[in-house]
T-cell receptor, first 113, second 113 residues
Framework: SQKIEQNSEALNIQEGKTATLTCNYT??????LQWYRQDPGRGPVFLLL?????KEKRKERLKVTFDTTLKQSLFHITASQPADSATYLC????????????FGTGTQLKVEL | EADIYQTPRYLVIGTGKKITLECSQT?????MYWYQQDPGMELHLIHY???????EKGDLSSESTVSRIRTEHFPLTLESARPSHTSQYLC????????????FGPGTRLLVL
């Protein structure tokens, strides 16, 4: 069955450092991958989308890589700030899947002063 | 800020009651989705719709039902609530065209006693 794994343990880093979050998947051939941010008690908010034929995408302090051979995506936040503290979800979409997404459990990031 | 609304935000109700969770969006999106999320767990798609009079069951079996009579409105109904229905319910929408990000509402946190 399809499985998406994200760091199950919370990631604690110091302000100003780069946070790297991992998303691994098995039994899946996604056409694209999306990253969302979720704050407690709120719905997820879209951050970045990367397609299977793209290696890297950037948006301001965010960077996503997508390696279909390793079946892995890495999500980086550079110059992290306490306001970046949240849970980050990766979500996979299949070609012709009608934009249905399969979500991972998310990684909780805490940026400390 | 996405224009997608959910009411109520919190609901505590007794076993056997009928409940309807409301979801409305003002973005003119054709696709709408309902997800169920338990604390610390991934989002599971329980229902989706590609337009008026279109509804499909998602990947996770659910005793709830949905309707799509108007583009902007996608209510979810539980005919007889049970404690096992206690969860957070998130509504989302996206455009019909191609690969689109999903915009989420704030969620309804349901507690069935």
């Amino acid at each position: 069955s399809q499985k998406i794994e994200q760091n199950s343990e919370a990631l604690n880093i110091q302000e100003g450092k780069t946070a790297t979050l991992t998303c691994n998947y098995t039994n899946y051939s996604p056409a694209y991958l999306q990253w969302y941010r979720q704050d407690p008690g709120r719905g997820p908010v879209f951050l970045l989308l990367i397609r299977e034929n793209e290696k890297e995408k950037r948006k301001e302090r965010l960077k996503v890589t997508f390696d279909t051979t390793l079946k892995q995506s890495l999500f980086h936040i550079t110059a992290s700030q306490p306001a970046d503290s949240a849970t980050y979800l990766c979500a996979l979409g299949a070609a012709g899947g009608g934009n249905k997404l399969t979500f991972g459990t998310g990684t909780q990031l805490k940026v400390e002063l | 800020e996405a224009d997608i609304y959910q009411t109520p935000r919190y609901l505590v109700i007794g076993t056997g009651k009928k409940i309807t969770l409301e979801c409305s969006q003002t973005m003119g999106h054709d696709k709408m989705y309902w997800y169920q999320q338990d604390p610390g767990m991934e989002l599971h798609l329980i229902h989706y719709s590609y337009g008026v009079n279109s509804t499909e069951k998602g990947d996770l079996s659910s005793e709830s039902t949905v309707s799509r009579i108007r583009t902007e409105h996608f209510p979810l109904t539980l005919e007889s609530a049970r404690p096992s229905h206690t969860s957070q319910y998130l509504c989302a929408s996206s455009s019909l065209a191609g690969i689109e990000t999903q915009y989420f509402g704030p969620g309804t946190r349901l507690l069935v006693l």
